[in-house]
């Protein structure tokens, strides 16, 4: 994984979440996943193909994907249901797709798959990059916590 | 999602458990998907592209899990650790692989991202194609049950 893909997709969380769910996520120390262990109760898959192949993954407590499936459609759920899962989707969509457009104007292109959303609590994430590595940048929020993976070939 | 996608994925988890992990799979009826509702401990996911944007899941019974792994690295584990989903990662890897030889054969290119495995009792998976449907293929075999999920926008 490029160090240069590290910042799109950096950008791309703060940008969608502040403009689709009017939050301010201040970012923590990015570093090299190094075990399995995740701390989220639902997270967006989406696969990349392209310039290499990879996969992103935006990972949510669930109190924080309650407040913004909350910002984002105007409604409060108070358990984690369909839509709380389709809005998680199409967030997962959208940071992809930003980052996306951040990497094409630096000569990387890129097509997203479709985004497969997980949810359950004690569940632990691995990324199948032939030797690639997986980095994690953790964001916290005034409503909990969240953060991405991203894991790419090349 | 066009229904001749069905046979080739239903014929490469087939040829893929039977070569790899010597198992004689046997498919269940093929449905679609109504709800979240899944039955795995252990599942790969990986997103596809090309003639349209999909993704592929692959998701087993710890038991069946368990198996599968021994026989194809022949080497037994007691419990769903790095190494086990390694193995699933790359089993789903190949499930991709040859259902998208049988594609292309009749006109369908795709190509893979990476695969992304999740572990966990009691996880729920959604996959979020705009206007797709998720079709679901249960197999059993001697040493337990899994299924494939496929879910295309197209």
């Not at 403009?19 to 570093?31: N, R």
């Not at 990972?59 to 913004?68: I, N």
């Not at 997203?112 to 929020?141: E, W």
Request: glycine residues 10%.
């Amino acid at each position: 994984m490029k160090a240069e893909y590290l910042n799109p997709f950096l950008q791309a969380t703060i940008n969608v979440l502040s403009t689709m769910a009017m939050l301010s996520p201040k970012p923590g120390k990015p570093s090299i996943k190094e075990s399995d262990i995740t701390v989220g109760d639902i997270m967006g898959i989406i696969g990349l193909t392209g310039h290499s192949e990879g996969s992103l993954a935006v990972s949510f407590s669930e109190s924080c994907a309650l407040k913004v499936v909350e910002n984002m459609i105007g409604e409060k759920h108070e358990e984690m249901n369909e839509e709380v899962a389709d809005a998680v989707g199409e967030l997962t969509n959208m940071i992809s797709g930003d980052a996306r457009s951040q990497l094409q104007k630096v000569g990387f292109d890129f097509t997203a798959a479709i985004p497969t959303v997980v949810r359950g609590k004690d569940h632990t994430v691995r990324h199948v990059a032939q030797g690639g590595t997986t980095l994690m940048i953790p964001f916290s929020t005034d409503d909990g916590n969240f953060y991405i993976e991203a894991s790419f070939s090349d």
